[in-house]
């Protein structure tokens, strides 16, 4: 059964970190570029970050740019985000997903398929 699940989500204070964490099970993460999504209440998904699966090239939404990096552990089958600085706006539903890639504006959210659960991050002091 191809499953994702993600963790490390939590309350954190404004200028505070977090490390999420997506891992698979049934199936290899090394083939797959991974995408991780945010949804805040009462707003769309958005792509935040995506690594791809051969040579580790990365995607940034402009708005976590030089504040979170999406790395990945072959060996554990996991992908990360380590998000640095964290602001109020950052509050969210973060998911993990499969996908084939990403544009210029980011990953299509319609182009990702299997998806986690989602891990709740709270920002807020």
């Known amino acids: 059964q191809v499953q994702l699940v993600e963790s490390g989500g939590g309350l954190v204070q404004p200028g505070g970190s977090l490390r999420l964490s997506c891992a698979a099970s049934?199936?290899?993460?090394?083939?797959?570029?991974i995408g991780w999504f945010r949804q805040a209440p009462g707003k769309e998904r958005e792509g935040v970050s995506c690594?791809?699966?051969?040579?580790?090239?990365?995607y940034y939404a402009d708005s976590v740019k030089g504040r979170f990096t999406i790395s990945r552990d072959n060996a554990k089958n996991t992908v990360y985000l380590q998000m640095n600085s964290l602001k109020p706006e950052d509050t969210a539903v973060y998911y993990c997903?499969?996908?084939?890639?990403w544009g210029p504006g980011g990953p299509a959210v319609y182009e990702y398929d299997h998806w986690g659960q989602g891990t709740q991050v709270t920002v807020s002091s």
């Open positions: 690594i791809s699966s051969s040579d580790g090239s990365t």
């Open positions: 049934g199936f290899t993460l090394d083939y797959y570029v």
């Open positions: 997903a499969t996908g084939t890639g």
